[in-house]
């Protein structure tokens, strides 16, 4: 069963969930431990990831030992597998033998080992060596980054590369050609129809104006309302036909166009076909010739390229695993930035241009897939007069609508001599809302996968896109920037080989196979799926409960709660919002008060929680943002930008209790976690956002860090603030304890509000706004 959550997995050892922060794995066929279950099954050892065993005798025991209980064969009984160790240290000393069993070729070609009078060494595979599955991923990946292949130059001559791209173009310009010829037909047909149709209409109308005159006709004042008429109706079938031909018009261009789509797809198909097996065959001739299969004494063995695309399965390796930080992609990100800001005749020269310095095939897609998001193409310019062979015309696709991101990134892909798909599906894209069904092709969508690393990742370079970010205007065709220029290309980095199990929240392939994901889920599944945004994973966000859907049932009471669990590593810096409004309108307010106070937010331990009180029966939409500052930033008191993480349809069936609104407090979350969090105020007597309470109430804090100028307002539903003011006051001691103090003047529901800034201490006359600290719920009553 595929566990919703990328970030949970089941514990081998207890069957309970066990989560990032408390995760020893993935081990043996990718299994996970608690750190406090990683023992010894047979005695108890505490083990760790440098000392524990697995059975290599047995692929279906996942269980790990300790040294002195793992299985051994037994006395007198020797075989390859088991004594892998023994068997390599007594392998010659040759480099002309290819290992198979390290070199995992993940389907690739790769030339046979020579055969010397069929001499069979020891096995020696990963497999055999107790302390394989302790590596760490990070480890394995480097052998990617000293994978570095040779550039294309060294194998195939960029003349000869251009004579087939100039091949192809010649085929473009034919399909373009038809595609012209296509809409002029269609064109004149519509405009034969129309003018046909306009006639007959025209016929009709002047027959019947001539047959009126004659019976009318001894009556000039009925023969001047009836010239009158017959030229209103004139002009009335004019704008009818003049729009019902537009109305066909576009209606056809939208069918030419997605023919024309079709077609082009089905083109740059063939085309890059024909480009990797050019790339292929000088490439192989090349490592023929200088024997790189033979690696010299020192030198590290590469695991080549496959020539035929691998069958879709499974990444082995997380996104993380890869590359841990977009930084490590700079040096390759400002060539992508370079060369965008300059013109290339062909897509030779493009490609050369950005992949000329790249040695990985990761590096490759990512140079491709950041020029792509650097060039905008959606908001480029076109000269209507260029010609196809001018530098534009290069992207000629892109301006007339019919090639895409996708198919253009494939195209590329192919140029650098990578494997690259287009996936066509579902994705959670513009006007969709949780809860929707995907019955028709409103939300259809394509996106790619490419093969590097070892294996298929997804890309998706339409929704990488991002803007320039302090730009007056976009850099024309051709200008380079100045270097006083100081701009940054925003991008979105999660859909750059983002995780199957990640990726699978927003897009959902026609093709199960191309979930890449070990247990591929249904469409009913992917519709229940929390509707979640590319910033919720990269703040590392997850859903603590299993049961966590798009669509989330209120109980009798009408409250659901929804959790959301945050890295231990972004604890201290994430702030959440919310806003509810009415699922079916943008209605946010219930017998003129907002809906947001139907809400509770709370923290924790790194856990936030949103729980819903429906004031009525019907459907809701819960919007949850994050945001991650600094104290300092907050402490400020300048307003802060909140984007959405993730969003909610909360169904309240059936009513049965009357939901009373929360006290008209400062938004945001409720409880002393935040004034820790960011103010350093530690609370003495009350840890919990909910406070039960008699007539009066002492709450304390202990400040860390020098505050001052605190303020306290309390509220309560029906009473105004200004009454309530003189019934809480605060106190500071020298040991820099803060009490409030507060007594009720009936019992009920109020909300304490308590406000701070800190102390500057350089003596700046100017002073930050006092910033809201915290707030609490409280219960009065004399029972309490």
Not at 204 to 226: A, C, G, H, Q
Not at 326 to 351: R, Y
Not at 488 to 498: A, M
Not at 673 to 681: D, E, H, P, W
Request: neutral net charge; proline residues 4%.
């Amino acid at each position: 069963m595929y566990r919703v959550n990328f970030y949970e997995s089941t514990c081998l050892r207890c069957d309970q969930t066990v989560y990032q922060v408390d995760r020893v794995g993935p081990l043996k066929d990718f299994t996970f431990f608690h750190s406090g279950c990683f023992k010894c099954a047979v005695c108890g050892t505490k083990l760790t990831l440098k000392t524990y065993y697995n059975n290599q005798h047995r692929q279906e025991d996942k269980e790990v030992y300790c040294s002195g209980h793992v299985p051994k064969i037994g006395p007198g009984h020797l075989d390859g597998s088991a004594v892998g160790i023994r068997s390599a240290l007594n392998v010659p000393k040759t480099s002309l033998f290819v290992n198979e069993q390290i070199r995992s070729t993940n389907g690739s070609t790769v030339a046979p080992a020579p055969q010397l009078d069929q001499y069979q060494y020891g096995r020696f595979d990963a497999s055999a060596l107790h302390i394989a599955h302790a590596l760490r991923a990070t480890e394995i990946h480097r052998a990617y980054n000293k994978a570095r292949e040779k550039p294309i130059e060294y194998y195939l001559d960029k003349d000869e590369q251009t004579q087939l791209e100039m091949k192809h173009r010649k085929e473009e310009d034919d399909l373009y050609r038809k595609f012209i010829r296509q809409r002029e037909e269609e064109d004149k047909r519509i405009k034969d129809e129309i003018r046909d149709e306009w006639e007959k209409e025209l016929e009709r109308l002047t027959s019947r104006f001539e047959r009126e005159m004659i019976s009318k006709r001894k009556r000039p004042e009925d023969t001047k309302v009836l010239t009158l008429r017959l030229q209103q109706e004139r002009d009335d079938l004019e704008k009818n036909m003049t729009l019902r031909r537009e109305r066909k018009k576009e209606s056809l261009t939208k069918k030419l166009l997605e023919h024309e789509r079709a077609a082009t797809a089905a083109l740059v198909e063939k085309q890059s076909r024909e480009m990797l097996e050019l790339i292929n065959e000088k490439r192989s001739q090349y490592m023929m010739a200088e024997s790189i299969y033979l690696e010299p004494p020192g030198q590290e063995e590469i695991t080549p390229y496959p020539s035929e695309a691998p069958s879709p399965a499974p990444p082995l390796l997380a996104k993380y695993h890869i590359y841990s930080h977009p930084d490590e992609f700079a040096h390759v990100d400002e060539i992508a930035i370079s060369v965008a800001q300059e013109d290339q005749k062909t897509f030779t020269d493009l490609v050369r241009q950005l992949v000329g310095r790249c040695g990985s095939d990761i590096e490759k897609a990512r140079t491709i897939f950041r020029w792509i998001t650097v060039k905008n193409l959606n908001t480029m310019q076109f000269d209507e007069n260029l010609r196809g062979d001018t530098p534009m015309g290069l992207l000629r696709g892109i301006k007339h609508g019919t090639e895409s991101y996708h198919v253009l990134f494939k195209r590329l892909c192919s140029y650098a001599g990578l494997h690259c798909v287009v996936i066509k599906g579902y994705s959670k894209s513009a006007g969709y809302q949780p809860g929707v069904h995907f019955e028709d092709n409103r939300f259809r969508n394509s996106w790619n996968a490419v093969y590097v690393a070892g294996a298929w990742r997804f890309v998706q370079c339409n929704w990488g896109a991002r803007h320039l970010v302090n730009a007056k205007e976009i850099p024309k065709a051709g200008t380079k920037l100045a270097k006083t220029d100081s701009l940054r290309y925003e991008y979105d980095d999660h859909y750059f080989l983002t995780d199957p199990r990640e990726f699978i929240y927003e897009f959902f392939p026609l093709q199960s196979e191309w979930q890449l994901l070990k247990t591929p889920i249904t469409l009913q599944e992917y519709e229940e799926l929390p509707f979640v945004r590319s910033l919720f994973f990269r703040y590392g966000l997850y859903f603590p409960d299993s049961h966590t859907k798009a669509v989330m049932y209120t109980d009798a009471t009408g409250a659901a709660t929804v959790r959301i669990a945050i890295p231990t590593n972004m604890q201290s810096t994430l702030i959440f919002h919310y806003n509810l409004k009415f699922y079916d309108s943008d209605g946010d307010s219930y017998d003129g008060i907002s809906l947001k106070r139907f809400v509770m937010q709370s923290v924790v331990s790194n856990i936030v929680s949103f729980r819903v009180h429906a004031p009525s029966s019907g459907s809701f939409l819960l919007d949850i943002f994050a945001n991650s500052v600094t104290p300092k930033e907050y402490l400020t008191g300048e307003p802060m930008k909140f984007k959405s993480v993730c969003k909610f349809k909360i169904s309240c069936e059936d009513l049965q209790t009357v939901m009373v609104p929360l006290p008209d407090c400062a938004s945001g979350e409720w409880g002393p976690t935040k004034a820790t969090r960011l103010f350093g105020l530690i609370p003495i007597t009350h840890q919990e956002a909910l406070i039960f309470a008699g007539r009066e109430l002492e709450i304390q804090f202990r400040m860390s860090r020098q505050l001052t100028d605190f303020m306290a307002t309390l509220h309560k539903n029906g009473i105004e603030e200004k009454r309530l003011s003189k019934f809480v006051s605060h106190s500071i001691t020298d040991e820099d304890i803060v009490t409030f103090s507060l007594s009720f003047p009936e019992e009920g529901q109020y909300g304490l509000d308590i406000y701070t800034r800190e102390y500057s201490s350089s003596g700046n006359s100017e002073k930050h706004l006092l910033t809201h600290c915290c707030k609490y719920l409280i219960n009065s009553s004399k029972r309490n």
